[in-house]
């Protein structure tokens, strides 16, 4: 079974640009994952899939500021031009034979 | 427009049950698995359960197995959670969730409905 690591919190100013990091366990560093974004006192919203070769897919409405990337074991969301409204908590997640793994979420604080 | 929308939750003593339904539409609903995903106050995001396009094949956590079956009626576009066997750990919003497809990872989410397990 897979192991999502992320950082649990992160901060950067308003109109800067920030990366968040999910790193995979050893043995899945090649497993797709995705990135999910939670406001606070809402439901999630999925942001992305993203794939070890650093291609992603992002859902429908997402704004082009967010933007993903990988490297290895570790799979990147990177959000510029930060503005008030992504302050909230993200979170990785993948499958692997028919379950699901979530990390342990980032809560990003907007400056 | 892909839309999932929970309901029955609520407070129930421990040991009580509870059934979560999850109503979904803007897709086409016996294509796709379907999972439910729960937060505990406070908490991160834990997956509970899902559950294959026929309902033939289902997986839980470790944590809600023999306690959470989770069913569908695709005649209905809906999923199902029964919730059995209440802790007070199991306090949590539930959300519904679908599966993609190709790369079955979420890709949407419902509102959630909360459940309290307490006397």
């Known amino acids: 079974q897979p192991v999502l690591t992320q950082s649990s919190s992160a901060s950067a100013s308003l109109g800067s640009s920030v990366r968040l990091t999910c790193t995979l366990s050893s043995g899945h560093r090649s497993y797709i994952i995705a990135w999910h974004q939670q406001q606070p006192g809402k439901a999630p919203r999925s942001l992305m899939k993203?794939?070890?070769?650093?291609?992603?897919n992002k859902g429908s409405g997402v704004p082009d500021r967010f933007s993903g990337s990988s490297s290895g074991a570790d799979r990147y969301l990177t959000i510029s031009n930060l503005h008030s409204e992504d302050e909230a908590d993200y979170y990785c997640e993948t499958w692997d034979r028919n379950t699901h793994v979530f990390g342990g979420g980032t809560k990003l604080t907007v400056l | 427009e892909v839309q999932l929308v929970e309901s029955g939750g609520g407070l129930v003593q421990p040991g009580g049950s509870l059934r979560l339904s999850c109503a979904a539409s803007?897709?086409?609903?016996?294509?796709?698995?379907m999972s439910w995903v729960r937060q505990a106050p406070g908490k991160g995001l834990e997956w509970v359960a899902n559950?294959?396009?026929?309902?033939?094949?289902?997986q839980y956590v470790d944590s809600v197995k023999g306690r959470f079956p989770i069913s569908r009626d695709n005649a209905k576009n809906s999923v199902y959670l029964q919730l059995n066997s209440l802790r007070a750990e199991d306090t949590a919003v539930y959300y519904c969730?679908?599966?993609?497809?190709?790369?079955?990872?979420?890709?949407?989410w419902g509102q959630g409905t909360l459940v309290t397990v307490s006397s």
């Open positions: 803007g897709f086409t609903f016996s294509s796709y698995w």
């Open positions: 559950i294959n396009e026929d309902g033939s094949e289902k």
């Open positions: 969730a679908r599966d993609g497809n190709g790369i079955p990872v979420i890709d949407y």
């Open positions: 993203l794939e070890y070769s650093g291609k992603y």
